[in-house]
């Protein structure tokens, strides 16, 4: 504000470097990542603002796709060396602005990162009570544990099927202490189920949508997870295996599941061959190709606190076109 007086003029305001956090924080929420990163290195003050928890609360890469090709071998994905490293300078600028301040962090179904960038993160965001990451072909298990560990305020994780999940649910018990939350994208077995049930008794929300679940694995579930709270079977392909051996897809669930179900403050299931999700998941046989599908459906809960909802400002459409690597 200018302000005259016998002829003189008096800047009545504040000067940039001089606002209020509080200020700068509203300001800067509506930058993307690359236009925060110039804008922390203005100042001090600047800098704080931009590490500001309001701004990364939420990490969302879900834009971020890697360039890969299909292979017969583990772990069946080639990911193009442009892509890892472009990967790699992003994640360097988020981590170095957030200052340890995300803590929901989600990437895309088809970004394969390696042990490197996994390990980075968990360095850098202490943290972290949300993951969403798909695609964990590329990641060892000495990779993820040792992420885990790092993560001992992680109360929710979304994840694919893997070959041998009792070690993830181990140290996610070992670890996480105030671990609640579990999504599987994939398919769902025995196994699986022994494995959750053992480690994570006091799990109080778990979502199977849009994966093959065996019935078996969903009694275990009903029958021994005696603090769950939600649990999210829609769209799933059910079926048991038949005394001729043979697979038999099970379209309604029988009055016993459903009574361990009636118990549950929420329990969502669609098995109806009206239902487009579900006429999908039987068109691909219970593992659902979701690069033939609209963007936002593998985003889509019913349960509201796993639903992703749009992408956000830190990475939008725009961002990700600028971070390309030459």
């Not at 990364?56 to 060396?81: E, M």
């Not at 993160?121 to 560990?149: D, H, T, Y």
């Not at 009792?166 to 999504?183: D, R, T, V």
């Not at 769950?228 to 016993?256: P, Y």
């Amino acid at each position: 504000v200018d302000l005259i007086i016998m002829g003189e003029s008096k800047w009545m305001g504040k000067r940039w470097e001089e606002m209020d956090t509080d200020v700068l924080v509203k300001i800067f929420k509506e930058l993307n990542l690359v236009e925060l990163s110039p804008v922390s290195q203005v100042c001090r003050l600047w800098r704080l603002a931009c590490s500001d928890p309001l701004i990364w609360g939420t990490l969302d890469f879900g834009l971020l796709k890697s360039n890969f090709i299909q292979t017969r071998a583990s772990p069946y994905i080639w990911v193009d060396d442009r892509s890892d490293k472009r990967l790699a300078k992003i994640l360097r600028v988020a981590m170095a602005i957030s200052r340890g301040n995300v803590n929901c962090m989600i990437f895309h179904y088809n970004l394969y990162m390696k042990d490197e960038h996994l390990h980075y993160i968990s360095q850098r965001s202490p943290n972290l009570k949300r993951l969403v990451m798909p695609a964990w072909n590329r990641i060892s298990r000495a990779g993820i544990c040792q992420a885990i560990e790092r993560w001992g305020e992680l109360e929710s994780l979304t994840m694919p099927t893997i070959g041998h999940p009792p070690y993830i649910m181990e140290g996610l018990a070992n670890s996480c202490k105030n671990f609640k939350e579990l999504k599987i994208m994939g398919s769902f077995d025995l196994l699986f189920a022994s494995a959750v049930t053992t480690y994570l008794p006091k799990l109080k929300v778990l979502s199977l949508r849009c994966s093959k679940v065996t019935m078996g694995a969903l009694q275990c579930v009903l029958n021994s997870l005696e603090h769950l709270e939600v649990l999210n079977i829609s769209h799933c392909l059910l079926f048991e295996m038949a005394t001729n051996g043979r697979r038999q897809v099970i379209h309604e669930l029988d009055n016993k599941a459903l009574e361990r179900a009636s118990r549950l403050r929420e329990f969502h299931h669609c098995q109806s061959r009206q239902c487009v999700a579900c006429q999908r998941m039987m068109l691909d046989e219970g593992i659902l190709r979701w690069y033939r599908y609209e963007d936002w459906f593998w985003r889509r809960d019913e349960v509201r606190s796993l639903d992703l909802k749009d992408y956000g400002r830190l990475f939008g459409a725009q961002c990700e076109m600028l971070t390309s690597v030459d």
